[in-house]
């Protein structure tokens, strides 16, 4: 599994891939900006991603704009959509909304992260 | 005066020359009745005489008379149209008049008098008594006036008292009562004036006037009253605005714990994986604890700032504008963070004001969150809000500025109004800005303005 760790603060990013360490090639990213071009290249390649955790509060350009510009990408190139999953510290039923349906991410989970959870929303997908 | 001694002077000279010219008679008739001389023409001469003088004193005794009763018929007449002018002005007359005999029947009563009891003049003259006419309240008071008049004991009177209508009703009476003899006899005359339209309204302008007392009496009592009512509403909306500030800083403190909550999460998650693998140092344990502690410290900082934010000030003190204003931007930004709204602080740094440093922040926080809104609301593509701090004629001005388009004309003189707000109730309460307005000028002694900048709202405050 390929998997875009998109995530601005250092010790949350470093404990997203220590938790995935063990199923999944990681690449990170540390804005939306940053992930949307990484997606980009994935495409190109021929190598897509199978996973990103999007952060929704970041510099540069937010999770929410680099979602809707990704799954834009996906269809002007014909690509399977990808299991996006936004991680975030919004808990607000509008961010939720806004998350979920306008922005048309695959799930969610709000921070604090706990492995398990991740874990469990990955089998979820069939992603391991 | 004239006329009466120009007659008595007539009648005496009537009865000179009636009693002069019966003094002739006598002596003609004694001449005629003693016997005449045979001879003695002068005798016969004087007897002629004195019969024409009788004759004359007749004549004009007779034209006297005549005279006389021709006089007398101009005065008769003078009379009657004496009395008809009186009757006239008496009957038509539009004031009541009365003339009452000593056992109280009335004997006169003009049209007006009767009319004003709703009487007709055949039912009353020599028929009713004047105290069928009075109140019983007041049937007392007008019988002593009335005895009064007869015995002559009191100059003309002028009282009050209520009369009764035919119909039952109260007519409120002025009466000018007086007395005087008719055909020898003492009676009570009089007229009556109806001033129930007078009594009405001084009884209204009493009332209006204990009213006023009344009001006057109490008004003190009622300003303080007021007064404490409106103070009692001014805590209560400053309690409801800090309740409601309250929540949106704990919304803040929400966003600000989650970050460092979900590094400690993962930090400790992390350590749990690597006991496992076997590969948790001592180092690593160190550097995991570390991490956490400096995170749980941040999480106690903010809890104490929170905690210090609203911590009422027990007196006005002189403050930092600008630490004032960092203080606030510091709690606000977590939620602009969250919206990718920029946030920027310009111009003196130095600036020192004198008041409730709490009070202030809240009015602060209250204006940035309604930019906030403002800017969330009609979606600004790239949110932002500037605070400008300027020092302007010895005054401490601060600056807010957003680019959400700005505030609608027509509602521009309202948003400092109570419960104001261009939302749907539920959804914000309205009293923000108002409270920002009453603290700026109530407890800052300051001014607060709001006008529109070239991209959005712009809110003045000046220290």
Known sequence: MRCLIVEDEDLAREGLIYFLTDYAEIETAVNGLEALEMYRQALEKGKPFDLVLLDIIMPEMDGQEALKLIRQMEQQQGAKKTVIIMTTALNSPENMEEALWEGDCTDYLVKPLVRADLLAMLRRYQLI | ?463
């Open chain 2, 1 to 463: 005066m004239g006329g009466s001694s120009g007659r008595a002077g007539l009648f005496h000279r009537q009865v000179a020359a009636v009693s002069c010219a019966a003094g002739l008679l006598r002596s003609a008739g004694a001449l005629a009745a003693e016997p005449v001389p045979p001879v003695a023409s002068d005798g016969y001469c004087q007897g002629i005489i004195s019969l024409s003088l009788a004759v004359m004193l007749l004549l004009l005794f007779c034209l006297l008379l005549l005279q006389d009763r021709s006089r007398r018929r101009l005065a008769e007449r003078a009379l009657h149209d004496s009395e008809e002018r009186y009757r006239l002005l008496v009957e038509n007359s539009l004031v009541p008049c009365y003339l009452i005999d000593q056992q109280g029947v009335v004997r006169y009563a003009n049209r007006s008098m009767c009319s004003l009891f709703g009487y007709q003049q055949d039912d009353v003259v020599g028929h009713m008594n004047f105290r069928d006419f009075v109140d019983p309240e007041h049937l007392t008071r007008v019988e002593e006036h009335f005895r009064a008049r007869l015995e002559g004991r009191e100059a003309p009177a002028r009282y009050e008292a209520d009369g009764r209508h035919r119909n039952g009703d109260t007519i409120h009476l002025e009466v000018l009562a007086t007395g005087g003899l008719c055909g020898g006899v003492r009676v009570a005359v009089g007229s009556v004036l109806d001033i129930s339209l007078r009594k009405r309204f001084e009884r209204l302008m009493l009332e209006e006037q204990k009213q006023r007392e009344e009001m006057n009496r109490t008004l003190e009592e009622r300003i303080c009253e007021e007064v404490e009512r409106s103070r009692e509403k001014d805590r209560l909306m400053l309690q409801q605005a800090r309740f409601a500030a309250m929540g949106e800083m704990i919304g803040n403190i929400a966003h600000q714990w989650r970050q460092p909550l979900n590094k400690l999460g993962l930090a400790l998650q992390r350590m749990q994986m690597e006991q496992e693998k076997g590969i948790l140092t001592d180092q690593l344990m160190e550097e995991r604890v570390a991490n956490g502690m400096d995170q749980l410290l941040g999480l106690s900082r903010t809890i104490d700032d929170f905690r210090n934010f609203f911590r009422p000030d027990s007196d006005p003190a002189p403050f930092s504008l600008a630490g004032a204003v960092q203080k606030t931007v510091g709690f606000f930004e977590a939620s602009c963070n969250e919206h990718n709204i920029k946030i920027a602080i310009e111009g003196n740094s130095s600036l020192v004001c004198n008041g409730h440093v709490t009070e202030f922040r809240q009015a602060l926080l209250n204006i940035l969150n309604n930019a906030r809104d403002a800017l969330l609301d009609n979606r600004i593509a790239e949110p932002a809000i500037t605070i400008i701090l300027r020092d302007e004629e010895r005054r401490s001005v601060l600056t807010v500025r957003d680019n959400a388009g700005g505030i609608k004309p027509e509602i521009i003189d309202k948003i400092f109004d109570p419960y104001f707000t261009t939302k749907g109730k539920g959804t914000r309460t309205g009293i923000g800005l108002y409270m920002a307005k009453t603290i700026i000028d109530q407890q800052m002694q300051g001014r607060i303005y709001a006008s529109n900048a070239a991209e959005g709202a712009e809110f003045r405050i000046v220290l």
